[in-house]
């Protein structure tokens, strides 16, 4: 685990020299570990990755943030850990509701997700409709101060190839639209 961790670092590290914006670490397998397990197994090496990761780069002679998504399938149990890992959002399935994460993590972090991706084989209206539940259940994405909550929305984990590509396009469709009234955006 300690040469995977350290690999996993360089390659993210090139993909950074290379021009990514944005990194994140998948553990779709975290979520099966016991409890004391993924800690030792899974969140230790999470860390070290996160470590060695460069977290700016020079982009246009400015420096540029690099956040750091870190998404375990089935981590809910584990959000608070998660967050205290040192990165910058954490990726949810679809087992945890966005809301109550937001209410236990706060804004120490981004939050990444979640909709189920086995709504994408409802009917389109239907897509629409849980698509909207998962935003309304983030919550307001401007605070009280007038500064943004960070939300990136997204599939709960991965999207199987027989999904109906329209109701792909329902999906994204309902995103922008709900997503521009809640931040009133015309």
């Given amino acids: ?28 397998w975290g979520g099966v570990l016991a409890d004391g397990a993924f800690q030792r197994f899974s969140l230790a090496y999470t860390r070290k990755v996160l470590d060695r990761l460069v977290r700016t780069r020079q982009d246009q002679g400015q420096t540029s943030p690099v956040p750091a998504i870190v998404f375990t399938k089935g981590g809910g149990l584990w959000i608070e850990s998660i967050a205290d890992t040192g990165c910058t959002g954490v990726g ?10 937001r209410r236990r993590v706060g804004d120490r972090v981004a939050l990444q997700g979640n909709l189920d991706p086995n709504v994408l084989f409802a009917p389109p209206e239907v897509v629409a409709r849980e698509a909207r539940a998962v935003l309304d259940s983030f919550g307001p994405p401007q605070a009280a101060d007038g500064s943004w909550h960070g939300h990136v929305f997204n599939l709960g984990h991965g999207i199987s190839q027989h999904t109906p590509p329209e109701h792909v396009a329902a999906l994204v469709e309902s995103v922008h639209a709900h997503s521009r009234s809640l931040r009133r955006i015309s």
């Fill in 1 to 28: 685990l300690d040469i995977l961790a350290t690999t996993v670092a360089d390659y993210l590290n090139a993909q950074i020299e290379a021009g990514a914006q944005t990194v994140m670490i998948f553990d779709s």
């Fill in 92 to 101: 949810l399935d679809w087992t945890i509701d966005i809301g109550e994460a």
